[in-house]
T-cell receptor, first 114, second 110 residues
Framework: EPEVTQTPSHQVTQMGQEVILRCVPISNHLYFYWYRQILGQKVEFLVSFYNNEISEKSEIFDDQFSVERPDGSNFTLKIRSTKLEDSAMYFC????????????FGSGTQLSVL | SQQGEEDPQALSIQEGENATMNCSYKTSINNLQWYRQNSGRGLVHLILIRSNEREKHSGRLRVTLDTSKKSSSLLITASRAADTASYFCATGVRDDKIIFGKGTRLHILP
């Protein structure tokens, strides 16, 4: 079965540094998402992306965050200046029907900000 | 604000028993989905029920939806040790936003 892949699986960074989390969604999907989960707790919506633009974003997704689909296959999440509270597991997901269909999730990137 | 709230937060049952988890939500929805997460892993889709449906089955899973009460339940019958995981409900609230609840941690005892 096709799957969403995320790299790296673990990322350690210093506070204030920029990080880029990478995702390769399922090839024929058109809707892309980023979620984060802190310490196995609630899964928080960050942003959705369709047709090369952000379609929805949460209050968490402030000016420090950006997303990009640079080459038609990758989908990236950039955090410009990381904070301690950005430490979390970040999940990428994709769908062929947006919020009307199921999401396929990657295995996540564990981000640790020191 | 959180859209979905699962109940209970944690549930321990004996293998072979049925497990029931509930989800309540606040706003109008297009659909409601249930996902499973094994510890530290990605979420896996289990079942989707649309707002005009009342019940849906998939293998040992049974999902109900009551839009008048803004609630859903997930029933896992004849539980197995491998069902130990966290279970999340997720609501599709607009065209491109799916909001997850806090999850129920299910532990199946041997």
């Amino acid at each position: 079965e096709p799957e969403v892949t995320q790299t790296p699986s673990h990322q350690v960074t210093q506070m204030g540094q920029e990080v880029i989390l990478r995702c390769v969604p399922i090839s024929n999907h058109l809707y892309f998402y980023w979620y984060r989960q802190i310490l196995g707790q609630k899964v928080e919506f960050l942003v959705s992306f369709y047709n090369n633009e952000i379609s929805e974003k949460s209050e968490i997704f402030d000016d420090q965050f950006s997303v990009e689909r640079p080459d038609g296959s990758n989908f990236t999440l950039k955090i410009r200046s990381t904070k301690l509270e950005d430490s979390a597991m970040y999940f990428c997901a994709s769908s062929d029907g947006g919020a009307n269909e199921k999401l396929f999730f990657g295995s996540g990137t564990q981000l640790s900000v020191l | 604000s959180q859209q979905g709230e699962e109940d209970p937060q944690a549930l321990s049952i004996q293998e072979g028993e049925n497990a029931t988890m509930n989800c309540s939500y606040k706003t109008s929805i297009n659909n409601l989905q249930w996902y499973r997460q094994n510890s530290g892993r990605g979420l896996v889709h289990l079942i989707l029920i649309r707002s005009n449906e009342r019940e849906k089955h998939s293998g040992r899973l049974r999902v109900t939806l009551d839009t008048s009460k803004k609630s859903s339940s997930l029933l896992i019958t004849a539980s197995r040790a491998a069902d130990t995981a966290s279970y999340f409900c997720a609501t599709g609230v607009r065209d491109d936003k799916i909001i997850f609840g806090k999850g129920t941690r299910l532990h199946i005892l041997p």
